[in-house]
């Protein structure tokens, strides 16, 4: 099998599928060859089923054009910043900043500084899982985890934020 190996000071090994199909290895510095060897192994059915869970998303989703790109960041600007709004004054909250990017591995992200950021790509999506993302950024500026009081924040605004999020998914 194929893979690309990272070693780092970690203490434990992982493995992940990119979106592209290939296996990435996460290694501790001195953990031998046979190890990851050995790990790749029991993991075969695990790293089959998710290289074909990411061909389909691939299929599902090519990736967009740069003209396409263009297109989703001119209608992220349009819909995310009136989203935000109308979300924060809902949950009582304020953003630093809102910036639209073409971010390929998150739709979202809070920096420690309240600064929402979104990824155009979400702009392929229906907008009751846009409202979700929007939520979910704007629930970390109250709560920088993933916690319990995370997720309540978020159900109580919106009460199938599961179904919502399941939208992602796909």
């Not at 995370?150 to 179904?163: G, H, N, Q, V, W």
């Amino acid at each position: 099998m194929e893979y690309e190996l990272k070693r780092s000071k970690r203490k434990t090994i992982a493995v992940e599928i990119t979106r592209d199909g290939l296996v990435l290895v996460r290694a501790p510095m001195k953990l031998p060859q046979k190890e990851i060897e050995r790990f790749l192994l029991e993991k075969s059915l695990w790293i089959a089923k998710h290289q074909e869970v990411q061909r389909q998303r691939r299929l599902a989703r090519p990736e967009p054009t740069l003209e396409e790109l263009d297109v989703l960041a001119q209608l992220g600007w349009q819909l995310i910043p009136q989203r935000v709004e109308h979300y924060a004054k809902l949950m009582g909250l304020s953003p630093a900043a809102v910036t639209i990017t073409a971010a390929r591995t998150r739709f979202g992200s809070c920096s420690y500084q309240n600064r929402l950021c979104f990824s155009c790509r979400l702009m392929s999506y229906p907008p009751e899982a846009i409202d979700y993302v929007v939520v979910h950024e704007l629930a970390h500026i109250r709560h920088k985890n993933h916690g319990p009081e995370f997720y309540a924040l978020i159900e109580s605004i919106l009460p199938d934020y599961r179904e919502r999020r399941a939208l992602l998914k796909g």
